[in-house]
């Protein structure tokens, strides 16, 4: 049902060097941000440029800077988040703007090879599959953080991304944290090398903001800790080498 009210959306078009551009849109019951951004460029400006995919909350890709907190678009209510009537959407932060909402997501992603992210087993498909105990503490600890679907939602909350561009940022150690703890993976000495040095897990301040944003309830902050203990045993005993 269409409501009398109107929406006030600032919407930051062109690139670094951009600003925001007004819209009026109108409000609508059960609004999500997303819907918002999709009338803007199908109804008044169609050279609005922006990301999504599922519109259900599994692919992360409408991810963006709303009122200047990151979140997905497609989960995120008008009502829950609109200040006064009015919302300011920005591109992720920590990330090179393409254009208007989109971002550049290489350096993400490079982070994430950057910290070894990549499952190296030893078996081959001529092999049975491996067994992994769902009960082995290891298992539980790779469980917490497996969920992980690479929206940057994290990076973008990060004070330690903005303030160092090389901390390869909390969902690439996260996701070094699932591959140290499952035991079919062969790469844990060059993984923990890779995230022992000064860009890695050491350098985060646990300011928990990944955790507190991550919408799909993980705890980054959590696994950035294990790496630390893990890492700072590893160099006690030489492994580091």
């Not at 992980?148 to 901390?167: E, L, Q």
């Not at 800790?225 to 890492?231: A, M, N, V």
């Amino acid at each position: 049902m269409l409501n009398t009210e109107t929406l006030k959306v600032s919407i930051w078009r062109g690139q670094a060097d951009g600003q925001f551009v007004s819209y009026d849109v109108p409000r609508l019951d059960s609004q999500t941000v997303l819907d918002v951004v999709t009338y803007v460029q199908r109804t008044i400006d169609p050279g609005l440029s922006y990301r999504f995919s599922c519109r259900v909350g599994m692919c992360g890709s409408c991810a963006m800077t709303v009122n200047g907190v990151a979140r997905w678009t497609c989960r995120t209510h008008v009502s829950k988040v609109a200040v006064n009537g009015a919302l300011e959407l920005a591109p992720l932060s920590n990330l090179p703007v393409v254009k208007d909402l989109a971002t550049d997501m290489s350096t993400f992603f490079d982070k994430w090879a950057g910290a070894k992210g990549q499952f190296r087993g030893e078996r081959t498909r001529h092999q049975d599959f491996a067994n992994v105990s769902p009960s082995s503490a290891a298992r539980k600890a790779a469980d917490a953080g497996i969920e992980c679907i690479g929206c940057a939602v994290c990076y973008a909350s990060c004070d330690t991304v903005t303030w160092r561009p090389d901390y390869l940022g909390p969902a690439a150690l996260n996701r070094a944290w699932t591959l140290v703890n499952d035991e079919r993976d062969v790469a844990g000495r060059e993984r923990l090398q890779a995230v022992a040095g000064d860009s890695g897990c050491h350098a985060c301040h646990t300011h928990t903001s990944c955790s507190e944003r991550c919408p799909k309830g993980i705890a980054p902050t959590l696994g950035i800790s294990g790496l630390k203990r893990i890492t700072a045993r590893a160099a006690i005993r030489g492994e580091l080498d």
